[in-house]
């Protein structure tokens, strides 16, 4: 992800520190790409709409996740609420993002087994779904009712999928809240890789998530490891064979911790 940050174009790279922010991360990536290829009007990226609908469904349709994104927007919605009649506080802005959460929790929370049954109640889907993980599976010879529905107005197309894809939107946005409000947490900090290497220890259970802003111009790429108690990161180079070598070159990087 490339951001703007202190008026220069950096990399953001993110890792999370539980399984649980991963598949936030990842459902936050798979949403981005599906928003991104569903305005386009080619029948190639409204194929790509498909691929990247089953995935969200495979990695969003657990049972546990719905349960721990609920503890999660009841967690921070708790805390939020000490904040109330804080003069420190915009108290409008709170009030603000405590509807969002609300309304987050009750939709997600009405949500049911929606995700799962997205697919098995459209033959449609569903046949899609059985054939578009085979190489070459929805030629038109293999799926004709998908090679008609591609020659349909593009406006169609995208009407159908964005009525497919409604029972997703609790789950985006309670993805987008959980982050949005982890991120904004957390303010980005100077630190130093002495030899291209960096470790901090890290107080068991506080951070989940780990933002590093590296300038692409150092040619770097941060190899990151961490759990609740520790983060190490090995700053690499990649050279002109595509292989990564350690750099051992003392750097400054730009780092942000996120409860």
């Not at 529905?149 to 939107?169: G, S």
């Not at 609790?170 to 409000?181: A, Q």
């Not at 520790?230 to 990564?244: F, T």
């Amino acid at each position: 992800m490339t951001v703007l940050h202190l008026t220069l174009t950096v990399i953001l790279f993110e890792h999370p520190f539980n399984e649980r922010v991963r598949t936030y991360l990842r459902l936050e990536h798979l949403f981005d790409r599906f928003e991104q290829l569903i305005v386009r009007e080619m029948a190639l990226d409204h194929h790509f709409c498909f691929t990247t609908l089953f995935e969200i469904i495979e990695v969003g349709g657990r049972t546990d996740l719905k349960t721990d994104m609920l503890k999660d927007l009841d967690r921070h919605r708790l805390h939020l609420i000490t904040f109330r009649n804080n003069a420190s506080v915009d108290q409008q802005v709170l009030e603000t993002v405590l509807s969002r959460i609300d309304h987050a929790f009750d939709s997600l929370n009405g949500l049911g087994s929606k995700i799962n049954q997205l697919v098995g109640e459209n033959d449609f889907l569903a046949s899609l779904k059985n054939r578009i993980s085979i190489p070459g599976g929805t030629c038109g010879f293999d799926l004709p009712i998908y090679h008609a529905w591609q020659q349909k107005p593009v406006a169609l197309r995208q009407d159908n999928m964005k009525h497919w894809t409604e029972p997703l939107e609790p789950l985006k946005t309670s993805v987008d809240i959980l982050l949005g409000l982890m991120r904004d947490n957390a303010s980005a900090q100077k630190v130093s890789a002495s030899g291209g290497v960096f470790q901090q220890n890290l107080p068991q259970g506080k951070f989940q998530l780990l933002r590093l802003y590296i300038d692409p111009a150092l040619n770097l790429i941060p190899e990151i490891s961490g759990n609740r108690m520790m983060v190490s990161i090995r700053l690499m180079q990649q050279g002109d064979d595509g292989r990564l070598q350690a750099s051992n070159t003392d750097t400054t990087l730009e780092l942000a911790l996120c409860s």
